[in-house]
C-alpha cells in the first residue's frame, strides 16, 4: 500500500478535516513520525519491546482441521497471541514510543467497547506516562470490566456525557482535551481512521502484522504466497496492516465488515471524526448509528485507505451477520481449540460461507487474521447461546 499524498489523500479519501487549532498538532504528529520512521532504530526500539513484553512475532497456524472441513487451506495469523490478546498493542506502543520522543508525558485515548483503552493503558504503564481515556457513559456502564482494568492499570478514565454518550462521542470530547493539552499531550487514537497522518501512522505501526505473515507464509507455502487474504474490519487497522504485506503479491484482500455496519459494503462517502470515507448516513447525511454483536466493529465509518483499496479495485469488502459469525466462533473453537474474538470470526465466517464457491474455490489457500482471542466476549456468548 502506497503513501498517502502531502495532505493524507488516499485517492478521493483521506485528509484532515479538523478545526484549525488542530491543524499544527496534526502536522507536528506527521513530521514526528515521519522523522521516526525513517530511523532503523526507532524500528529497532518498537520491535524489541514488542517482541520483550507482547510475544512477537506470532506464529501462523495450518489449521489443518478446519481445513479439512472446508476443503480450502486455512492459515491463521495469531494475533491473539500477544500480550492483552489482540493486535491493538502493536500500535499502542509504537504510538507511545513516538509520545515520549517528541516529549510528551500525558497520553490520551477514546474507547468505545474498551479494548483500546486498555491498550493504550497498559501501554502508558510499560512507559510510566499519565494516561486518560474517554469513553461514553453508555459503554461505561456496558463495558464496567474493561474500565475496571483501566484503572488496574493506572488510567484516568472520564466518561463522557454528550450526544448518544458513546464512541463518537468520546472521540469528539478526546480532539477537545488535545486542542487544549497539545504541547504536553499525544492523541491515541485506536484504528486507521481520524485526520491524517492517522490512518497512515496507524497502517505502518500494524504492517508488522503483515509483513510478518508473508514471511511465515511463504516458508509454509514453499515460497509462495497465499491465494486469498482475509481480516475482519471495523475501522480496519488489523486489516490494513495485514494488507499490506500483501498488497504488492497476487494474493486476493478481503475485508469482512459486520452485516450491520457495513461502511464500504453499504455506506456513502462522506466526512466524519477528521478524514473523508464512506460511511454509514441517513436520507440527510446524517450518521447513522451502526449495530452488530461484536462491539470491536460497532463503527459506522472506516478508515479512508479501505474506501481507496475498494474504489481501485484492489481489495474487496463482504459482509457477515450475526448469527453466521456465533456459527463461525463454534466452528473455530471445536476443529482448532481456538476460541476467537467476534471480531475476526467475521473473517472465519466469510471463509466458511464462501469456501467451495467461485468466491474462494476449493484447493485455495487463505490466510486469515486472528486479531483477537475470545475470553472477552465469552460471556455475551454464552448469554446468547445459554
Ligand atoms: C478493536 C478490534 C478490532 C477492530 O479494529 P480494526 O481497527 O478494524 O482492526 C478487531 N478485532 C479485535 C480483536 C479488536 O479488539
Known sequence: MSEPSPGGRFGDYGGAFVP????????????????????????????????????????????????????????????????????????????????????????????GAGQHGVATATACAMFGMECVVYMGEVDVERQALNVFRMKLLGAEVRPVASGSRTLKDAINEALRDWVASVESTHYCLGSVTGPHPYPWMVRELQRIVGDEAREQCRRILDGTDPDYVVACVGGGSNAAGTFAGFVDTLARLVGVEPAGGAAVGRGLPGVVHGSRSMLLQDEHGQVSESHTISAGLDYPGVGPEHAHLAAAGRATYVAAEDGEVLDALQLLAVTEGIIPALEPAHAVAWVARAAGTEDLPEGSTVLVTMSGRGDKDAQQVMDILG
Not at 520491535?47 to 513484553?53: F, G, R
Not at 486455512?74 to 491473539?80: G, I, P, Y
Not at 500477544?82 to 474507547?111: D, P, W, Y
Request: hydrophobic share 35%; glycine share 6%.
Open 20 to 111: 484549525e487549532s488542530l491543524i499544527p498538532a496534526c502536522q507536528e504528529l506527521d513530521r514526528a513520525f515521519r522523522s521516526a520512521w525513517g530511523e532503523q532504530a526507532f524500528h529497532d526500539q518498537y520491535e524489541q519491546i514488542l517482541e520483550e513484553h507482547a510475544g512477537r512475532p506470532t506464529p501462523v497456524t495450518d489449521a489443518t482441521r478446519l481445513s479439512e472441513r472446508l476443503g480450502v487451506r486455512v492459515l491463521l495469523k495469531r494475533e491473539d497471541l500477544t500480550h492483552t490478546g489482540s493486535h491493538k498493542i502493536n500500535n499502542v506502543v509504537g504510538q507511545a514510543l513516538l509520545a515520549r520522543r517528541m516529549g510528551k508525558h500525558r497520553v490520551i485515548a477514546e474507547t
